[in-house]
């Protein structure tokens, strides 16, 4: 894989050649190459931004020197992915780590002060495939950090970069896709045993430590009940922290099982006896819904095989809006 990075401040990628990512490019297998967007600056001072239009506080990067460093990274014909970090970009995901992982060739643009001249963005997806990418809700100074970040996560699926080939598979999120990004985005995996789940903790030796012991289905040998304990404990962990993503896989299993589009369809809402802040991040999870929207899927057996009945029964015990009802029917 070849990936290009362009900054204003190269220094700030000597991580890249730390770690397991470091000797995968030593090996080859990446190579970054990171550019000096001030080697297309033609001023005594190098200059990178100017005032914005319209006014207002900060500066905006000048487009010439993006322009033409685009173009002699990327010549007519060549076939990149441009990747530019900004907060108002669709979400980093693991799934958008996992596609990235497989192309060839991606080329990032860091921005710094108020962001680039739009019209950058506009004139490269002329001749070459662009995407705005954010890495959460939250304002950086600049780019580079968001790359770091994009980058390792990308890097870190590539084959041979990680040393057990199944980590990644078993991390959370699982690998790729969830079930439910797969039915709205199309993607071919529906993921490993994490999608769309946050994994739960995980012990190592010694057995007992201040006074506290290791699960003991850990070490009971029995591989079929370990890996139910640990989706268990997937389950109950992305109850609490990450309500948002049990809405999206309860939403998608209803609407599975109903046999209705997932894209259309909305998460389930909250019930009584869920709390406060399961309430606050399914609200936030739901799709904007447009007038005559469909109404709330009746509760039924979820029949798909993403949520089990087992999963169904853990989720509302740590008070989720799945009910008793949807189990016993
Ligand atoms: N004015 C911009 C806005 O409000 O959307 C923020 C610009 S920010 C100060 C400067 C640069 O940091 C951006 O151009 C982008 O490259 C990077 N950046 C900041 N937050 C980011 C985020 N959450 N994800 C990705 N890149 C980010």
Known sequence: MQIDIITIFPEYFGPLSVSLIGKAAERGDIRFTVHDLRRWTYDVHH????SPFGGGP????KPEPWGEALDSIAPAGADPLLVIPTPAGLSFSQQRAARYAAEPWLIFACGRYEGIDGRVADEARSRMRVEEVSIGDYVLAGGEPAVLVMTEAICRLLPGVLGNAESAADDSFGFGASSADAEVTGATSPGGPMAGLVEGPAYTRPRVWRDRQVPPVLLSGDHGAIARWRRDSALRR???NRPDL??????ADRAKAAGRDVAQAQPARSQPG????AQSELAQS????SEGAQPQLAPRRVQSGQLDEHDLAVLAEAGFPVTGQDVAH
């Open 47 to 50: 200059t990178v931004d100017d």
């Open 58 to 61: 900060g500066m905006v990067m």
């Open 238 to 240: 992305t109850a609490q």
């Open 246 to 251: 049990v809405a999206r896989l309860v939403w």
């Open 274 to 277: 869920q709390s406060e802040l």
């Open 286 to 289: 739901e799709p904007a819904q």
